[in-house]
Every structure is written in structure tokens, then in C-alpha cells.
């Protein structure tokens, strides 16, 4: 599965696709949501499959299957943060889409701290 793809156009139909720009980026469209639909489908028939089974094997994961309908639920460790649960809450954070904080954002900055009491010291201008 590789990362490029070549689009070649018949002879007959590149006079009047140079023409008409709007028409040539709607046969593109077309081509790039054929690829697309067919790397999704082949990632969803083979790779997350064969992922999920490495991670599972690697101790990452659990898959449980559902009884009656057989779906597959990921199951993770809960205890994997305890040895850094500073980088538990950056990761927890960012996988959980928190968006960015500021004031274009008009959302605080979120304090991340090992003593949920202590309290930031200046130490210049930033």
C-alpha cells in the first residue's frame, strides 16, 4: 500500500479535460474517492484486524468478543499511566481531541502538574 498513485488519462479525453479545470478536478475527485474506497476497504478487511491481533499479542489490548452479535470490543490496561501519570494526562488528553488552549481558543491552559497543589513559580519573561 503505498503512499502514491498516477492518474493517466486517455489520449481522447486529455484535449478536452485541459480545457475545463473544473471538469478535470472532478475526475480527479472521482479517482481519489475510488482509491480511497479501496484502500478503506482493504484496511478494514486486513490491517486493523492483523493490528489489533499484534497488539493483543503484545499485551496492549484485549479483544472481547460480544456474545449473540459478535462484536468486538478493545479492552485496554487502565493501569498502564501509573509509572508516568504526567505523560497519562498529556495522552489522555490529546487521544481524547481536547482542542488547544488560548485565547483564540478562549479556553484556559490546562494545568498538568504532579502536585495538583503546588502552584507555578515565574522564573522570567516568557
Not at 15 to 36: E, H, N, S
Not at 105 to 121: E, G, L, N, Q, S
Request: positive net charge; glycine residues 10%; proline residues 8%.
Amino acid at each position: 500500500m503505498g503512499g502514491q498513485a498516477l492518474v493517466t488519462v486517455p489520449f481522447p479525453l486529455r484535449f478536452p479535460l485541459a480545457f475545463d479545470g473544473k471538469l478535470l478536478g472532478q475526475v480527479l475527485r472521482i479517482f481519489i474517492d475510488t482509491a480511497a474506497s479501496n484502500y478503506r476497504r482493504r484496511l478494514a478487511d486486513w490491517g486493523i484486524k492483523r493490528i489489533l491481533r499484534f497488539l493483543e499479542r503484545h499485551g496492549v489490548i484485549t479483544l472481547v468478543t460480544a456474545p449473540g452479535d459478535g462484536e468486538i470490543t478493545v479492552v485496554t490496561d487502565e493501569t498502564i499511566g501509573e509509572k508516568d501519570p504526567l505523560m497519562a494526562r498529556l495522552l489522555a488528553a490529546a487521544t481524547a481531541g481536547a482542542s488547544p488552549a488560548g485565547p483564540t481558543h478562549k479556553r484556559a491552559p490546562v494545568r498538568i502538574v504532579r502536585d495538583p497543589d503546588a502552584t507555578p513559580v515565574a522564573k522570567g519573561k516568557l
